[in-house]
């Protein structure tokens, strides 16, 4: 069965699976039993100019700089993360970046997704004091990929707050979208004239939802319900303000594109019933309309307003907890996506506490049959990303879209035949997407190499690269999802022969 016919006329109905997820399901369980699985491997190239790049981040790759939010999370409260253990060296990225450049240039990647440590340029977060030594080396990993015919992807912000910014409120504070915007402006006066693509904020739902409403990453604000919209509209506003700043100072010369990273997970509807066909749009819209929406259309959607508008007028307050802004306030900018898991949807919570979860009132759950991964959330379902995509695309006027992380956890194996069933697949949906009509420009691996993986520690590997973190000179071996990888990118196909 070719998950190409199972999954095409799903997505032409408009989003309800119906009775085909009995197929999803089949084809999960079958491509479990056989490892690799042709039958979700499309025989289409990739077009001759798709790109195909690899990702880090600084917190989870680099060591030494001024203090962020996770530092000052792992250093004062270990037993948060899984392992205990710190990122204070990490791969040593700040040292053997060389090396980091070599593996790009092995794996034959047409770009690099890095982030940028905040504090390594601006210690202390603002621009009174900038840290030439940070500056130099963000200079020479530039210049060592351009050499090397490597485009640079730049993250300006993976969640790594300088800490002296989070204690004086961080992103519930409108001080923070001057204090960020010159930030992005410094980075792009320093390095924008060998940047090609640059993203404003990675995740903006994680680090707001997680780190300001339900407190579980840092910076530890516990405000449900309430701290992740704060958040968010200052976020978006940021955003908005470096966007602009990019556009109007640098872009003419410098010729980049810049735009936002959204995450979400799929929602699909557990039956074509119409309660939950609306109850699966409503997570989407929950989750990633919440900031494409402003950016796109220029306020969230109408169903978060109302919802959030009318559960709090319930719960006693005197306005609602989703501040508003106005539609002058944010414009239309590029917007990327990364995608790693599928969920299912439906119900109305009870009035009480506050909370996101009841303000979005979808019920969720990951099939039973889905292959997992050695990280609870993330289940291989490949159709999923071809779900999003084309949502995006029918719910946002057909926008241009790169995934910019996809990628599989495991406990480090270098015969990782999981790993390469994971991109197989889900690099076949993204080229189903694409000849869908969705508009990809370039697909993005996560990760480069075994990392930090936040409150996992070094507990859940989803490198290319192993890394052994045992051994002082972090030396590196590529798995065999790496081969696998360098041959998609080389080819432009996931299987051996592609038709043209
Ligand atoms: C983040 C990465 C992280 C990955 C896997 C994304 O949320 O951007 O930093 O390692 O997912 O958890």
Request: with cysteine; aromatic share 14%; hydrophobic share 35%.
């Amino acid at each position: 069965m070719s998950n190409r016919w199972q999954v095409r006329p799903i997505i032409e109905k408009g989003h309800a699976i119906g009775g085909a997820a009995g197929c999803h399901t089949q084809c999960n369980i079958y491509c479990l039993a056989t490892g690799l699985a042709d039958d979700n491997a499309t025989d289409m190239a990739f077009p001759d100019d798709f790109l195909f790049g690899a990702a880090t981040a600084a917190y989870q790759v680099e060591d030494g700089k001024g203090e962020s939010v996770w530092d000052y999370v792992v250093h004062n409260f270990p037993e948060r993360v899984e392992d205990g253990t710190t990122a204070d060296v990490t791969c040593d990225s700040y040292h053997k970046y060389k090396e980091d450049v070599a593996m790009l240039k092995e794996l034959g990647v047409n770009f690099y997704r890095f982030s940028i440590a905040w504090t390594r340029i601006m210690p202390n977060g603002t621009a009174d004091y900038i840290n030439e030594a940070g500056v130099s080396y963000y200079r020479n990993l530039i210049k060592e990929l351009k050499d090397n015919g490597i485009e640079s992807m730049i993250t300006l912000y993976h969640w790594d707050l300088p800490q002296q910014l989070a204690d004086i409120g961080g992103w519930l504070e409108d001080s923070m979208i001057d204090i960020y915007a010159e930030y992005a402006r410094t980075c792009f006066q320093l390095f924008g004239d060998d940047v090609k693509f640059w993203t404003t904020f990675n995740e903006i739902k994680e680090f707001c939802q997680l780190g300001y409403g339900e407190g579980g990453l840092p910076p530890l604000h516990y405000e449900p319900g309430i701290g992740e919209y704060k958040c968010t509209r200052v976020v978006l506003k940021a955003h908005a303000k470096a966007y602009r700043i990019y556009d109007e100072e640098f872009r003419a010369t410098q010729n980049g594109m810049i735009g936002a990273i959204f995450d979400t997970h799929w929602f699909e509807p557990r039956t074509n019933s119409s309660e939950d066909v609306a109850a699966a749009e409503q997570g989407r819209q929950f989750s990633f309309g919440w900031f494409a929406n402003p950016i796109v259309n220029g306020d969230y959607p109408e169903i978060m307003k109302t919802r959030i508008a009318d559960r709090s007028a319930k719960e006693g307050f005197n306005q609602s907890r989703l501040p508003e802004f106005t539609e002058d306030e944010i414009g239309v900018h590029q917007r990327y996506l990364r995608l790693y898991r599928s969920q299912h949807c439906i119900e109305e919570p009870e009035i009480g506490d506050p909370s996101y979860s009841k303000d979005m009132a979808v019920s969720q759950y990951q099939s039973p049959d889905w292959e997992g991964s050695s990280i609870s959330w993330l289940k291989v379902v490949p159709w999923g990303i071809r779900g999003l995509l084309n949502w995006v695309r029918e719910t946002y006027n057909d926008p241009y879209v790169i995934v910019t992380e996809n990628g599989y956890a495991d406990d480090g194996v270098l015969d990782d035949d999981m790993r390469i069933h994971y991109y197989q697949s889900y690099i076949s949906n993204v080229r189903l997407a694409m000849d869908d009509g969705v508009k990809v420009l370039a697909y993005t691996a996560w990760s480069l190499m075994d990392n930090y993986e936040w409150l996992n520690g070094y507990t859940k590997k989803f490198g290319l690269y192993n890394v052994d973190f045992n051994d002082p000179n972090r030396t590196w071996t590529p798995k065999k999802s790496m081969e696998y990888y360098k041959k998609v990118i080389a080819t432009h196909c996931v299987i051996d022969n592609c038709t043209r």
